[in-house]
């Protein structure tokens, strides 16, 4: 059993940073991946950042590399996404998520299994 506990989100100027978090409570030890998915309305969760597990190797999409970096804290079980020279295009509920299948691309929704309830982000001009 795994839980996610995000926080973080909220209004933010552009080029503004933010930092969100996610804390992890449960059995964590046989996660495979983690990541970040943004959602707009009529859209589907798309990652932008992501995170194996064991190695703590990192992938990012091209629309944030270089200002989003998945990090993580392992003394607190807690991973975190900061956000820095944010775009209104940003704005998201973004969700961060768990997975256990090492079968797939672990950049891909598919194949997540845990979810956190989501946080807001709103970048205004």
């Known amino acids: 059993q795994v839980q996610l506990g995000e926080s973080g989100g909220g209004p933010v100027q552009t080029g503004g940073p933010l930092r969100l978090s996610c804390a992890a409570s449960?059995?964590?030890?046989?996660?495979?991946?983690m990541g970040w998915f943004p959602q707009t309305p009529g859209k589907e969760r798309e990652a932008v950042a992501a995170?194996?597990?064991?190695?703590?190797?990192?992938r990012y999409a091209d629309s944030v590399k270089g200002r989003f970096t998945i990090s993580r804290d392992n003394a607190k079980d807690t991973v975190y996404l900061q956000m820095n020279s944010l775009k209104p295009e940003d704005t998201a509920v973004y969700y961060c998520a768990f997975r256990f299948s090492y079968v797939g691309d672990w950049f891909q929704s598919t194949g997540y299994d845990y979810w956190g309830q989501g946080t807001q982000v709103t970048v205004s001009s």
């Open positions: 449960g059995r964590t030890l046989s996660i495979y991946a």
């Open positions: 995170m194996h597990w064991n190695t703590g190797t990192t």
